[in-house]
Structures are given as structure tokens and as C-alpha cells.
């Protein structure tokens, strides 16, 4: 008598042999819902300043803005805006045939990244057709500088950028 059972099959083995499918798809789908709620966590935190508060009264005086530039553009000397480092002041020089008859202006310091930080002084020429404005107060980076002024009935825009550097 025999009591040994027969050598089993090597077909009729179990395996036991772990698939990582399963989680690879489930963990895809961990750093997929992640990344989308950071992504929107830092979309709903950050600051849209690009856009001015009155931007449609902004829109329709822009036609002109682009006389006002064009303008300007056809004088013969163009203003000039330039950081000096000796008075730690941004220096504006308007050319002579639009200075003497300045009636009013507005000079617009304005930051592409932070509205909080724009600012906006009067138009305030000295004999040389010439306004300093003190940085010490700016914060270094990138500004805008927008000047906008009338003289003898016509108006007149120019703007550039200045990039103020720490310590100027």
C-alpha cells in the first residue's frame, strides 16, 4: 500500500506573484488629485494686480492715449527718464518746445507686479524742464514710469521702464 499521494503538477501550483498595477494606477491618481489642489491652492492665493480697478474708464480714454503717444512721438527731442544714482532720484527731462508751456501733467510710477505700490505725483517742471523724484521710498524692480502732460491745448504721453536696483 501506497500512502503517498501523487507528485503534484507543476500547473496546479498556486502563485503567489504580486502585481503592481494595481498600485501603481491608484498612486497615479494620489499625485494627480495632489498636484491639481496645489495648483489651485496657489491660483486662489496669489494677486491679479495686472488689472486696474477701472479698467473699462481706462479702455475707453485709450484712443487717446495712443494721439497723446503719437504726439510725442513727433516732437524732435523726446522726453527722457533715467534712474541718477548720485541724487538716488529717477530724473525726467522734457524736451524744450513742450516744457516752457506745461500747464498740468501727472508722472505714474506704476509696478507691473504690486498695484499697492504704484504712485502718482504732480507734474512739476524746474527752469531746465527737468523733475526729480526721489527712490528711497521704491522698492527696487521693474516700474513703469508714465508721464502725461498738456501743453498749449494738446496732450501729450510718453512712458518707459526703469528697473530700480537695490541700494540706488
Given at each position: 500500500?501506497?500512502?503517498?499521494?501523487?507528485?503534484?503538477?507543476?500547473?496546479?501550483?498556486?502563485?503567489?506573484?504580486?502585481?503592481?498595477?494595481?498600485?501603481?494606477?491608484?498612486?497615479?491618481?494620489?499625485?494627480?488629485?495632489?498636484?491639481?489642489?496645489?495648483?489651485?491652492?496657489?491660483?486662489?492665493?496669489s494677486?491679479?494686480?495686472?488689472?486696474?480697478?477701472?479698467?473699462?474708464a481706462?479702455?475707453?480714454?485709450?484712443?487717446?492715449?495712443?494721439?497723446?503717444?503719437?504726439?510725442?512721438?513727433?516732437?524732435?527731442?523726446?522726453?527722457?527718464?533715467?534712474?541718477?544714482?548720485?541724487?538716488?532720484?529717477?530724473?525726467?527731462?522734457?524736451?524744450?518746445?513742450?516744457?516752457?508751456?506745461?500747464?498740468?501733467?501727472?508722472?505714474t510710477?506704476?509696478?507691473?507686479?504690486?498695484?499697492?505700490?504704484?504712485?502718482?505725483f504732480?507734474?512739476?517742471?524746474?527752469?531746465?524742464?527737468?523733475?526729480?523724484?526721489p527712490?528711497?521710498?521704491?522698492?527696487?524692480?521693474?516700474?513703469?514710469?508714465?508721464?502725461?502732460?498738456?501743453?498749449?491745448?494738446?496732450?501729450?504721453?510718453?512712458?518707459?521702464?526703469?528697473?530700480?536696483?537695490?541700494?540706488?
Amino acid at each position: 500500500m501506497n500512502t503517498t499521494s501523487p507528485a503534484p503538477s507543476i500547473h496546479s501550483l498556486p502563485t503567489t506573484r504580486w502585481n503592481p498595477w494595481p498600485w501603481a494606477i491608484v498612486a497615479w491618481f494620489i499625485c494627480f488629485f495632489g498636484v491639481v489642489v496645489g495648483l489651485t491652492t496657489t491660483a486662489i492665493r496669489s494677486r491679479t494686480d495686472v488689472v486696474s480697478p477701472d479698467y473699462y474708464a481706462q479702455e475707453l480714454r485709450f484712443q487717446d492715449r495712443i494721439d497723446a503717444s503719437a504726439r510725442t512721438d513727433a516732437l524732435a527731442l523726446q522726453p527722457t527718464v533715467f534712474v541718477d544714482s548720485h541724487t538716488r532720484s529717477l530724473r525726467l527731462h522734457l524736451p524744450p518746445g513742450a516744457a516752457p508751456a506745461v500747464a498740468t501733467g501727472t508722472v505714474t510710477l506704476y509696478r507691473p507686479d504690486d498695484a499697492r505700490l504704484d504712485q502718482e505725483f504732480p507734474l512739476k517742471l524746474d527752469a531746465t524742464a527737468t523733475q526729480l523724484i526721489p527712490v528711497d521710498s521704491l522698492r527696487p524692480g521693474r516700474w513703469k514710469v508714465r508721464i502725461a502732460w498738456q501743453s498749449e491745448g494738446h496732450e501729450f504721453y510718453h512712458e518707459t521702464t526703469v528697473r530700480l536696483m537695490p541700494g540706488v
